[in-house]
């Protein structure tokens, strides 16, 4: 009896599998393709927070650069979105939250923001994008890398030197409390000390300020410079209407002050840096230490002007120039 219920129980299996065979690479393919899809969504929740303290063009750019790597990295992660305002305290207030819903990265972007980020933690892991100078900016750690948009001043006052010869008499304009800014700020003067042009400086701590900071420049200034100052950016208008209004030519570190009224620069691509950005935070998102990542300085630096601010101000850009740069208006 024993044997025949084996028996019977073989010639079942052996019916079922034939009946089976039709659909057996049907059955395959849609395995694989299961699992193709869920790559990114049956994957364990990876919490990411990102901080940004203002919206302005440049810092958008840059976020949503990151926002296309980590979306398409394979990896399931819920990004947490959060805006400062351009508020010294809704960075900590933001940096702290993050800290407490135990998030799985902090991403910053601009100084200030990874500054509040490494004050609040030094175990979750920050990878911050738009760090002009971050030795400068203390910005070292183990759990701490990023990307950096140092400017290279020599590169846009050459520019100057070529779209707007003569300059003796420069005016400087940017926040005090910014430590990006006062980086810059330090090697311009030092260009400006060695080939002869006068700095005028006039400064401000918030953005309300910044049409008076320009009134106090007309009728002293071949030109302006400005570094990537997050709160001259959050009204570049207002200093670009009274400069165009003078015929004053502002020289920018960020080509997004330039699209809102400056006159020139010699930057980097804000997208290519979110890009690179992003790829560093997947390398950490991975398991890689960021401590062992060296923070990356880009170099595809283009040049970009405005073709209306240049009509303004009367100024008639070289052919060559014209040739080669990325014009806006």
């Known amino acids: 009896m024993k044997k025949f219920m084996v028996l019977l129980t073989s010639l079942v299996l052996t019916f079922s599998l034939a009946a089976c065979g039709g659909d057996t690479k049907e059955a395959t393919e849609n395995t694989e393709n299961t699992s193709e899809s869920t790559t990114t969504n049956n994957g364990e929740e990876i919490n990411v927070g990102i901080m940004q303290i203002s919206e302005h063009p440049s810092l958008d750019e840059i ?5 296309t790597e980590l ?5 399931n992660i819920n990004i947490d979105y959060q805006n400062a305002q351009n508020d010294y305290t809704n960075l900590t207030s933001i940096a702290d939250k993050f800290v407490g819903d135990q998030k799985d990265m902090i991403i910053a972007i601009a100084t200030p923001t990874a500054q509040a980020a490494q004050a609040a933690t030094s175990d979750i892991p920050i990878v911050y994008a738009a760090v002009t100078d971050p030795i400068s900016a203390g910005l070292d750690g183990e759990n701490i890398t990023g990307t950096s948009d140092a400017i290279p001043v020599d590169k846009i006052f050459e520019l100057m030197n070529n779209l707007t010869p003569g300059v003796k008499n420069l005016g ?13 700020i330090e090697d311009a003067k030092d260009y400006c000390d060695l080939n002869g042009i006068t700095v005028v400086e006039s400064t401000i701590t918030n953005s309300s300020e910044l049409a008076q900071a320009a009134q106090n420049l007309v009728g002293k200034v071949d030109a302006i410079f400005t570094p990537i ?4 950016a ?8 009274v400069a165009k209004e ?7 570190g960020a080509d997004s002050l330039v699209k ?3 006159f020139a620069t010699v930057g980097v691509n ?16 991975n398991g890689k230490v960021p401590s062992e990542i060296p923070y990356k300085v880009l170099d595809d630096l283009n040049v970009v002007i405005n073709e209306t601010t240049a009509e303004a101000c009367g100024i008639e850009i070289p052919e060559d120039i014209k040739s080669t740069a990325t014009l806006v208006k």
């Open 246 to 252: 003078n015929k004053i030519p502002i020289y920018t």
């Open 260 to 262: 809102d009224g400056g």
């Open 270 to 285: 804000y997208t290519n840096l979110g890009t690179e950005t992003g790829k560093i935070a997947v390398e950490v998102l």
């Open 172 to 184: 400087m304009v940017y926040n005090t409390g910014e430590a990006n800014s006062l980086a810059v």
């Open 71 to 75: 979306k398409n990295s394979g990896l």
């Open 234 to 241: 959050e009204a570049m208008p207002v200093l670009a209407d």
């Open 63 to 67: 976020r949503a650069a990151i926002e």
């Open 229 to 232: 100052d997050n709160t001259v």
